[in-house]
């Protein structure tokens, strides 16, 4: 038994507002889905949606997981940062220097995201959003794995990267040391494939560590993973 990957779910002070920026960059369509916020489909072979969730968290920090954000010729990565930048985007510094050939920006809520140069043999085939980048040790690159039926595609100097046996998005953990908590980010939600408390006993056994006692008002379990990320396994659907 394994979770599916359901959302990828960004904190946010403005949920439709926020939803309305990624449809836009992204060209994706709502999906209608039972679910504690908006959610888009994510148009990616990895089957899972983008989610919006309310929050009062202010963001304390550069976020620990961002978008990399793959483009097919020079063209359309100018057309893509010129896109995001009319719906509100802004230009970010994290320390790439003026010389990167990727586009660091940052959506109207202070999510970072780059947009990558073409010719990025890593995430060629993987779709629109490249991949996922995460700040983690290789530990939580293997509890992912795990807990996904993901199968590993990177494990080397302690980065780690999985991806769906079905393509799309790469998740990758570029290994220590961990940035802080940022405070607002993006998270995963879990949908299990049976019942939901095995899959919790499951994720306890693989190094998960359970964050409240009780559910909540959509039935989700909170979780955190080795790294101490939060996240959150859903009733099954």
């Avoid at 369509?29 to 929050?55: C, I, M, Q, W």
């Avoid at 109207?108 to 980048?133: K, R, S």
């Amino acid at each position: 038994m394994t979770s599916r990957l359901f959302a990828l779910s960004f904190d946010a002070h403005e949920p439709e507002r926020l939803a309305r920026f990624w449809s836009g960059v992204l060209s994706l369509e709502t999906a209608h889905d039972l679910y504690d916020g908006v959610a888009l489909k994510s148009g990616n072979d990895a089957g899972y949606r983008l989610g919006f969730r309310p929050t009062q968290a202010q963001k304390l920090a550069q976020n620990r997981l961002h978008f990399d954000l793959t483009s097919s010729s020079p063209e359309d990565q100018k057309e893509t940062v010129a896109r995001a930048l009319d719906l509100g985007a802004q230009h970010a510094d994290v320390g790439q220097g003026p010389d990167a050939s990727h586009v660091v920006l940052a959506d109207p809520e202070g999510n970072e995201f780059c947009v990558i140069a073409p010719g990025n043999g890593f995430l060629t085939g993987c779709g629109v959003i490249g991949a996922l980048a995460c700040d983690g040790s290789q530990a939580v690159g293997y509890f992912w794995s795990e807990a996904l039926g993901w199968p590993l595609v990177w494990d080397q100097d302690e980065e780690t990267a999985v991806q769906s046996p079905n393509g799309g998005t790469k998740i990758t953990w570029g290994g220590p040391p961990l940035m802080p908590d940022p405070g607002k980010d993006i998270h995963f939600d879990l949908a299990p494939d049976g019942d939901q408390q095995t899959e919790v006993e499951r994720l306890l056994s693989l190094g998960a560590k359970r964050l409240d006692p009780a559910q909540g008002e959509d039935g989700a379990v909170l979780l955190a993973d080795p790294d101490g990320n939060k996240f959150r396994l859903l009733t099954h659907r």
